[in-house]
């Protein structure tokens, strides 16, 4: 069994920064590609990035590029995301993912099969 636990969400003010970790624990964290979601109130949860096992590749949601940064430290078992010039409509609870067995869909949630919590991000204007 796989655990994700997330951690580093708050309240910043618009043009903040936060990074958010998730640290796993139960697998061979190295083996796996993650990702990360968000998901606001009334919304659907959305895609924000993912990241490849070794960490050399990331691939970003369009609207996250340049703005977002997803890294992982395999020793430590940790996915971090780093988020700059944060924006009020960047508010939303933030999810790590756990891909497993990769189908092909890279940005869609149901291709994860394990999930954290979820931490609080909330950007005040």
């Known amino acids: 069994q796989v655990q994700l636990v997330e951690s580093g969400g708050g309240l910043v003010q618009a043009g903040g920064s936060l990074r958010l970790s998730c640290e796993a624990s139960?697998?061979?964290?190295?083996?796996?590609?993650m990702a990360w979601f968000r998901q606001a109130p009334g919304k659907e949860r959305e895609f924000v990035g993912r990241?490849?096992?070794?960490?050399?590749?990331?691939y970003y949601a369009d609207s996250m590029k340049g703005r977002f940064t997803i890294s992982r430290d395999n020793a430590k078992n940790t996915v971090y995301l780093q988020m700059n010039s944060l924006k009020p409509e960047d508010t939303a609870v933030y999810y790590c993912?756990?891909?497993?067995?990769?189908?092909?869909?890279?940005?869609?949630?149901?291709?994860?099969?394990?999930w954290g919590q979820g931490t609080q991000v909330t950007v005040a204007s």
């Open positions: 993912a756990l891909d497993q067995i990769y189908t092909g869909k890279a940005d869609d949630r149901l291709e994860y099969e394990y």
């Open positions: 139960g697998r061979i964290f190295s083996s796996y590609a």
């Open positions: 990241i490849s096992r070794s960490g050399s590749s990331t």
